[in-house]
């Protein structure tokens, strides 16, 4: 079963205006990771925190993550109509040196000039 | 980070065929990761491949259907067997970076069965 959930599924936004993403999964991790994907391309790599990590940033993006609530957000500020994708959320609860992720059913943003 | 190119990028092939897809990475991996995505869903992991060892499926794939090599550390293909049209799907291949826990996708393989 899918370990992330992520909401809202779809997001409409206006350039400018932040878009804020979540992502909610079940069991102990390592690290999360989150994703962008445009129109079925492949998969380009945002940001990854790790369990003991709270909060990171990368440019315009940032992502928080709460172990006690198993959530974690993606924050794109300032969005621009190049920002319209889907974004997936992955867990890596890996042992014995497996390095599987589980992927979240995404969300799909779109951002309107 | 690893650079991870996949041939072919896309194919129309008919019911009952095989498409085999290779997978290149620019650097010697341990662990190469095959992943499906349907139409409209998530990223779902078929099966690792490590380096001299058979595949470890993940629960719903069996080998008969999608056999995987693996013949040294930067190369991969998996093989979709006697496809239906269920078989749609995008095929990614991924790997984790070294001293990075990272994991790169290559641009993904778009597969149509009619």
């Known amino acids: 079963s899918q370990q992330g959930e992520e909401d809202p599924q779809a997001l409409s936004i206006q350039e400018g205006e932040n878009a804020t993403m979540n992502c909610s999964y079940k069991t102990s991790i390592n690290n999360l990771q989150w994703y962008r994907q445009n129109s079925g391309r492949g998969l380009v790599h945002l940001i990854l925190i790790r369990s003991n990590e709270r909060e990171k940033h990368s440019g315009r993006l940032r992502v928080t993550l709460d172990t006690s609530k198993k959530s974690s957000s993606l924050l794109i500020t300032a969005s621009r109509a190049a920002d319209t994708a889907s974004y997936f959320c992955?867990?890596?609860?890996?042992?014995?040196?497996?390095?599987?992720?589980?992927f979240g059913k995404g969300t799909k943003l779109t951002v309107n000039p | 980070s690893a650079v991870i190119s996949q041939k072919p990028s896309r194919d129309i092939c008919q019911r009952g065929t095989s498409l085999t897809i290779q997978c290149q990475v620019d650097?010697?991996?341990?662990?190469m990761f095959w992943y499906r995505q349907q139409p409209g869903q998530s990223l779902t992991l078929i099966a690792t491949?490590?380096?001299?060892?058979?595949?470890?499926?993940e629960s719903g794939f069996v080998i008969d259907k999608f056999p995987i090599s693996r013949p040294n550390l930067t190369f991969s293909t998996l093989t979709v067997s006697n496809m239906s049209p269920e078989d749609s799907s995008i095929y990614l291949c991924?790997?984790?970076?070294?001293?990075?826990?990272?994991?790169?996708f290559g641009p993904g393989t778009r597969l149509t069965v009619l």
């Open positions: 992955a867990t890596d609860a890996s042992q014995g040196g497996s390095e599987k992720l589980v």
């Open positions: 991924s790997v984790r970076g070294r001293l990075t826990d990272t994991q790169y």
């Open positions: 491949a490590n380096q001299g060892s058979e595949a470890t499926y």
């Open positions: 650097s010697q991996v341990t662990m």
